[in-house]
């Protein structure tokens, strides 16, 4: 059964340093989105993406985040200058279309650490 | 603004056994969605069941059923004859009304099924 995928599982980062997060969606789905959950926290909404541009994006998701789909099959989020509140775990989510019926399927996360 | 609270941080029961998991949420919008995820172990976050809030009947699938209780903004899964493979943490989701794949979630119940 297709699945998303993300790489890596885990990654530990330095303060100040850029991170990219990637995340390959499922062949044909056309909506990408990115979520994070801190920990002890809630699972939150940070940016949808289709056709090669953001749909939305919430509060959390300032200047020092950006989302490409540079070759057609990844999907990334970049986190600029990393800072210790980015530690989280960070999930993507892809779907075929967006109606009612729909479901998102959801990739297993990367659990980043900023030290 | 929508919040999704489930007060059960984590729970356990028995093989073959039910258990309920609490959901309470909070919105102004009368048409919404409603959702529980499971996330097992390291694993991605897959959909459970989905209510639709301007249906009455309850949602089921196989061994999972919600309580639904729109006026109380209630929203209750139940799983019955529980298995070891029910094991994971358990997410409350509510989306608004063409404000697709855009969730709000719980904060999660660990779910600990015994052998």
């Known amino acids: 059964e297709p699945e998303v995928t993300q790489t890596p599982s885990h990654q530990v980062t330095q303060m100040g340093q850029e991170v990219i997060l990637r995340c390959v969606p499922i062949?044909?789905?056309?909506?990408f989105y990115w979520y994070r959950q801190i920990l002890g926290q809630k699972v939150e909404f940070l940016v949808s993406f289709y056709n090669n541009e953001i749909s939305e994006k919430s509060e959390i998701f300032d200047d020092q985040f950006s989302v490409e789909r540079p070759d057609g099959s990844n999907f990334t989020l970049k986190i600029r200058s990393t800072k210790l509140e980015d530690s989280a775990m960070y999930f993507c989510a892809s779907s075929p279309r967006e109606t009612v019926n729909t479901e998102a399927f959801f990739g297993q996360g990367t659990r980043l650490t900023v030290v | 603004a929508q919040t999704v609270t489930q007060s059960q941080p984590e729970m356990s029961v028995q093989e073959a056994e039910t258990v309920t998991l609490s959901c309470t949420y909070d919105t102004s919008e009368n048409n919404y969605y409603l959702f529980w995820y499971k996330q097992p172990p390291s694993r991605q976050m897959i959909l459970v069941i989905r209510?639709?809030?301007?249906?009455?009947q309850n949602a089921t699938e196989n061994r999972f059923s919600v309580n639904f209780q729109k006026a109380a903004k209630s929203f209750s899964l139940k799983i019955s004859d529980s298995q070891l493979g029910d094991t994971a943490m358990y997410f409350c989701a509510f989306m608004k009304h063409a404000d697709f794949n855009k969730f709000y979630f719980g904060s999660g119940t660990k779910l600990n099924v015994k052998p």
């Open positions: 062949s044909n789905h056309l909506y």
């Open positions: 209510q639709e809030a301007y249906k009455q």
